[in-house]
């Protein structure tokens, strides 16, 4: 699976939008980018993936550039709940297998300030 | 409402002691994993399992063991062989290999004593 870089930290004002980077420039054709959230001692909450669209749900929205080296995810208005560790993921789906697990990197501690 | 259930929150261990982390989704996912994480880093998967009585290791399987007799069930027991135990251990599930992406517990912080 490709490699992701993140920033390890990021600040935000409460109500602004967060705009959390991911540079994935290995990636292939058949690698879906994931984004997932840890707030402090919980588990990883899903968010959004996305191939090559562009993509939006009630959490969030994912940018993905054309050449795919890269995305962007996008809390429209961040609140203090949504501090948290931020991981972004590539990874394969090729013939449905598990073992295409999910690696998780070190992520990006996302900081909304009041 | 369906979830994955991870239980206890909290453990104590003994050095040289085996023991247990349940996990158990109502979910009817077919695939569930064990992640290991250290404090301040990422997760580090341990085993998973794809269909009911079959199970893969994982980048750090040595030490721990696991079963899945049934759908719902994948329990972790971490054994008096691994070296460095204490941690946070969470379990998730998914859809087929996850394309939809994992449901995660909400862990078990396991500390040896």
């Known amino acids: 699976d490709a490699k992701t870089t993140q920033p390890p930290s990021m600040d935000c004002a409460e109500g602004r939008a967060a705009n959390l980077p991911c540079n994935h420039s290995t990636i292939s054709g058949n690698e879906y980018v994931y984004w997932y959230r840890q707030i402090h001692s919980q588990g990883p909450q899903y968010i959004i993936h996305?191939?090559?669209n562009n993509e939006t749900n009630e959490m969030a929205s994912l940018i993905i550039t054309e050449d795919r080296k890269s995305s962007t995810l996008i809390l429209p208005h961040a609140t203090l709940r949504d501090t948290a560790v931020y991981y972004c993921i590539v990874r394969s789906y090729m013939n449905n297998n598990a073992g295409n697990m999910l690696t998780f990197g070190g992520g990006t501690r996302l900081m909304v300030k009041p | 409402d369906g979830g994955i259930t991870q239980s206890p929150k909290y453990l104590f261990r003994k050095e040289g002691q085996n023991v247990t982390l349940s996990c158990e989704q109502n979910?009817?996912?077919?695939?569930m994993y064990w992640y290991r994480q250290d404090p301040g880093q990422g997760l580090r998967l341990i085993y998973y399992s794809q269909i009911v009585n079959d199970f893969q290791k994982g980048d750090i399987a040595e030490g721990y063991s696991v079963s899945r007799e049934k759908k719902e069930s994948f329990p972790l027991t971490v054994t008096s062989a691994q070296k460095n135990p204490t941690a946070f251990y969470l379990c998730?599930?998914?859809?087929?290999?996850?394309?939809?992406?994992?449901?995660f517990g909400s862990g078990t912080r396991l500390t040896v004593v």
């Open positions: 996305g191939l090559k």
């Open positions: 979910l009817n996912h077919d695939a």
């Open positions: 998730a599930s998914s859809i087929g290999a996850g394309i939809y992406g994992y449901t």
